[in-house]
Every structure is written in C-alpha cells, then in structure tokens.
C-alpha cells in the first residue's frame, strides 16, 4: 500500500515538473509575430507609420516585426528616421521585400540593410540608392560630392553594422548599382529568397538574433502572423504628400480664392479654397518644389483676372495659360519619376483652366456689349402707351408702369410713344407713326 503512495506521489512530481518546464517553451512559441506593409514613398507619414508600429508590436511583446516592403525610394530624411529606430529597435526587425516585382530602391536599400533579418521574394530586386537633387535648382559638384560621400558612409556603417557587403552598399550609393534577389543572397547584401510569409517563417525559426549583450530565439515555425494597419490619419498624409495629389489640391485652392475675391461674401469658396491651399502647403514643403515654377503658377491666374477686367482681346488668357503650363512643369524637379508630376494631371488641369476663364472671359465681353435691360439706361428705346394726352406733358404706360413724359409736339391719348431720353425721371418720348 505503502509502494502505491510512492508511486502516485512520483508521478504527480513528474507530471508537475514536466508541466513546469513546457510553460516558457509553450509561451515563447506562441509570442505573436507582426507584419506591416509598406507600399510607395518612403515621407514622413510613411516613417511615422514604421516607428510606431516598431513601438505598438514592442509594447505586445512580439518576437519580431516584419516590415513587407515594395518602394521607389524616398525622402533622405523620413528614411534616416525609420533606419535609426530599426537599429536601436529591442526587438527582432525583418524587412521583406515583397511582392514578386517589387522592389527596394534608393531609401528601400538603406531600410533592407538595416534589418536583423534582410529577405527578398522572386522577382524583385534592390539597388539605385545614388542620392538625388530634392531641393531647387541644382547643387554645386561640390555640394554633390558632400552629399554623395556622407551617404557613402551611412550605407556602409549599416552593412557593418548588420554584417552586410559593405563593398556593394558604396556601389548602390555612388553607381546606383541594383541587383536581382539571387544575386543579393550570393553578394551578402539580404539573408535568404522566401516565396512568401509562412515559407520566411519556418526559415527564421530557431534564429538567434544578437542584441547589445543580449540574444534572443525566434520560435516561428507555424505562427500566423497579425497585421498593423495603417491609421486613417497617416493614410491621408500619405495621398496627399504625392506630387500629382499636391498639385490638384493647388489648383483647387487657388480657384477657391479666386472665386471668393470675384464674388465677395460667398463664403464656401474661400473656406474651401483655403483649406485646399494649407493642405497643399503641407504636402509641397516635404517635395523638391520649385518656386520659379510656383509664381509661374500664380503670375498666370493674375493674368486671367487682368482679362476678365481689362478688354485685351485674348491675349492676356493666352499668356495665362501658357504662364500655368510652363509653371506646371516646372512646379517640381526631381530626376525620379515618382517625385514628379504626371502630365496625365497637368494637361487636364490646364485645359479645365483655360477653358474656365475663356468662358468668363466671354461672357464677361458679352455683358459689356449687351443693351441695359435696367435703369435709365433700359427704359430708352422701349414703346407704351399714352394715358394722358401730352401737351406737352401727360402720362405713359410701359410695361405695365405709369411714367410722367413730355414731347415736343402734343400727342394724344390712346397714341404709341417709344422713348428718347430720360430726365429727372421724366421721359422723353416721340409719336410713332
């Protein structure tokens, strides 16, 4: 009986102590893994996206944060942000470059390089990180040469940082060197090619990832990783902070103005119109925008003003409407196609804005030319009725009015009279014979 006890008592223990034991490993497998998408420019509300959502999977206890990425490039300054909380991040950071035809280019590179974990999907590729203008006009060679050799040696403390080729990274900054994905594993440049999120997953698992005197074990394999959204707010600085974006809600807020200060009091418009403008202004300060090209802008809608005040026969809408295009074009420089404007959006624009004007333009010459229908001036010319025999004064109707008139010579009642002249509210009228 005594043995019975024993036995029961030695397996309770052992169950115990097993049950102690798988309680960390059952915790740590099921820690939960994050994903965010990044998908176009790298600006402010994309960085601002990026570091919270490094700070909201931190504040979870998330094993690691998967940044799945597809950009053109970007801002220098939104990518250093993001590119300084990935290194100092507490917690394991993998950038995934993804979908298949995606890539990471310019500001993409430095944000793939900085990552615990750098993968890429088929079919994309990395490279092209040469620094561009973003500012107006053009710097000095050695302004460029400044620029160049500060983000040469970025690049290349992230790659010794992260273990990364600290050769290819140099090639990116100063060649705009780009690569596929299999030629980035063989060149050290990202860790490994992953199909997509489950197959990255199981290849991570039982990673050791090393921190300032701390290691920590990713346990993956089978995790279905959560989603971080991005906010409505950050969304919306997003879409307006493209160039086309910016330079519609110019226009309109232009526009807005304009119709405010052509027709006082309305209100709405100028509501509207400046809401539009600080939104654009907001969006404008974060692009290469030239200002030459802005008062171009401008300088155009005041001659479009000028022609609806001053007669010129034309010529003043044409010179606006050249003034808008040439200003359109030049409203923001930059050699990467992604920080321009798209002509789909300024033809459009520019054909609606001439168009507008014409029209005001023309009706505008059409009021002036056409007869007074009001005041003394549109009673003149009009035909009534004698009421009361003018000898020489008497009384007319017109238009169902009673008027006080005189006439040269005496006219009698019943007899059609057209008008002259008017004095004094009294009409001048003749016989009509």
């Known amino acids: 009986m005594l043995k019975g006890y024993r036995l029961l008592i030695f397996l309770f223990v052992f169950l115990l102590f097993g049950l102690f034991i798988g309680l960390p490993a059952y915790s740590q497998e099921k820690a939960p893994v994050y994903v965010i998408e990044v998908d176009g420019i790298i600006n402010p509300a994309t960085s601002k996206f990026i570091v919270e959502s490094i700070d909201q999977a931190t504040e979870k206890g998330a094993q690691c944060l998967i940044i799945q990425l597809d950009t053109p490039g970007g801002l220098m300054d939104s990518m250093r942000l993001i590119v300084k909380k990935i290194l100092t991040s507490s917690i394991p950071i993998i950038v995934y470059v993804s979908p298949s035809g995606g890539r990471a280019a310019s500001a993409g590179v430095f944000i793939t390089m900085s990552a615990h974990i750098a993968v890429m999907a088929p079919g994309t590729h990395i490279g092209a990180a040469h620094p561009v ?46 690569i596929t994905e299999e030629e980035a594993v063989k060149l050290n440049v990202v860790d490994f090619v ?111 003003i000028a022609e609806i005040k001053v007669v010129s026969h034309g010529l003043l809408a044409v010179a606006g409407v050249i003034s808008l295009l040439l200003g359109s074009l030049m409203l923001i420089e930059s050699p990467t196609e992604y920080m321009r404007i798209s002509l789909t959006v300024i033809i459009p624009a520019v054909l609606v804005s001439a168009a507008f004007f014409v029209f005001a333009v023309t009706m505008a010459i059409r009021a002036r030319l056409t007869q007074p229908t009001t005041g003394k001036e549109g009673i003149i010319g009009e035909t009534g009725t004698v009421v009361i025999s003018l000898a020489p004064e008497g009384k007319v109707s017109i238009h169902g009015e009673f008027w006080n008139a005189m006439a040269d010579q005496p006219i009698e009642k019943g007899e059609k009279v057209q008008v002259i002249g008017v004095t004094n509210l009294i009409l001048k009228v003749k016989k009509i014979e």
Do not use: C, H
Request: charged letters at 20%; hydrophobic letters at 45%; a positive charge.
């Open 194 to 304: 992953s199909p997509d999120l489950q197959d990255l997953l199981a290849k991570i698992d039982g990673k050791v990832i090393k921190f300032d005197g701390v290691t920590r074990t990713l346990l993956t394999k089978g995790v279905k990783p959560r989603s971080l959204e991005m906010s409505w707010r950050y969304r919306f600085l997003d879409i307006i902070s493209n160039p086309s974006i910016a330079y519609i809600l110019l226009m309109l807020g232009i526009y807005g103005i304009f119709f405010e200060l052509s027709n006082p009091g309305s209100i709405l418009p100028g509501v509207v119109g400046g809401i539009f403008l600080i939104l654009a202004f907001y969006a404008l300060q974060m692009l290469p925008i030239n200002f030459a090209g802005l008062a171009l802008i401008l300088f155009a809608i005041i001659l479009f």
């Open 133 to 178: 203008s973003l500012g107006e006009g053009k710097e000095s060679k050695t302004m460029s040469e400044k620029i160049v050799n500060d983000t040469v040696s970025y690049i290349k403390t992230i790659a010794k940082t992260r273990g990364k080729n600290v050769d290819w990274g140099e090639k990116a900054v100063r060649k705009s060197a780009s």
